[in-house]
């Protein structure tokens, strides 16, 4: 059985401040991670994703996440908050590389940004 | 690059009708799509599997007769809420995966679905 847990349901930055979202996983196989994000009235659009290839995913929009093993996490980061990052943001695992029809979603992160 | 479109993005109806959502993919042919549902603050949870030419597989707990799936082409599948009930209020979202190269998942933007 594969979980995901993001802390934080809420995360307020301030614009060019660092932003940290948090993502825990859980997985009896080895993990295949997943960042989505979702713009308002928009669908998801995938980020970044760890394959087993490299622990630190780069992604688009600057963002970028390191996979944690021992720590079984996840979690996103970009160096400088801008305005247009304000979204919600959803960590996801997955047994398949595809990341098909398996994944498992955690509850979200909404992220605002302020001026 | 490729789209998955989804209408409707918002709908309200009585209880005990029916309402069909759509999910479109626009530049590639899916096989395969997938029809999640998200109740507020919680996560995204796959109902079922969308299968082009065949019978859609549901997730544990999910009704099937309530939640009518077609996927009568290689471009769109229906997820229709048969009888609906308060209850079923709820954030609807497709995906679809794009056969060509990585097999990318795309998602459509949500259907907010509200049963009076």
């Known amino acids: 059985a594969q979980s995901v847990t993001q802390l934080g349901s809420h995360v307020s930055v301030s614009e060019g401040a660092l932003v940290l979202l948090r993502c825990n996983y859980s997985?009896?196989?080895?993990?295949?991670l997943f960042w989505y994000v979702q713009y308002p009235n928009q669908g998801l659009q995938l980020l970044l994703k760890y394959t087993s290839a490299a622990t630190l995913v780069k992604g688009i929009n600057g963002f970028e996440a390191e996979f944690k093993k021992s720590e079984t996490s996840f979690h996103l980061t970009k160096p400088s908050a801008h305005m247009s990052d304000a979204a919600e943001y959803f960590c996801a695992v997955s047994g398949t590389q595809g990341g098909s029809e398996k994944l498992v979603f955690g509850k979200g992160t909404k992220l605002t940004v302020n001026p | 690059g490729a789209v998955v479109s989804q209408h409707p993005s918002w709908v309200i109806c009585k209880s005990g009708t029916s309402v069909k959502i759509e999910c479109r993919s626009l530049?590639?042919?899916?096989?395969?799509m997938f029809w999640y549902r998200q109740f507020p603050k919680q996560s995204l949870m796959l109902m079922a599997t969308?299968?082009?030419?065949?019978?859609?597989?549901?997730e544990q707990g999910v009704e099937k007769d309530k939640f009518l799936i077609n996927h009568a082409s290689l471009t769109l599948s229906t997820l229709t809420v048969t009888s609906a009930h308060p209850e079923d209020s709820s954030f609807y979202i497709c995906?679809?995966?794009?056969?060509?190269?990585?097999?990318?998942?795309?998602f459509g933007s949500g259907t907010q679905l509200s049963v009076l």
């Open positions: 969308s299968n082009e030419g065949s019978k859609a597989t549901y």
């Open positions: 530049d590639f042919q899916a096989t395969t």
């Open positions: 995906s679809a995966r794009d056969p060509r190269g990585m097999k990318k998942l795309f």
């Open positions: 997985s009896s196989v080895p993990p295949y």
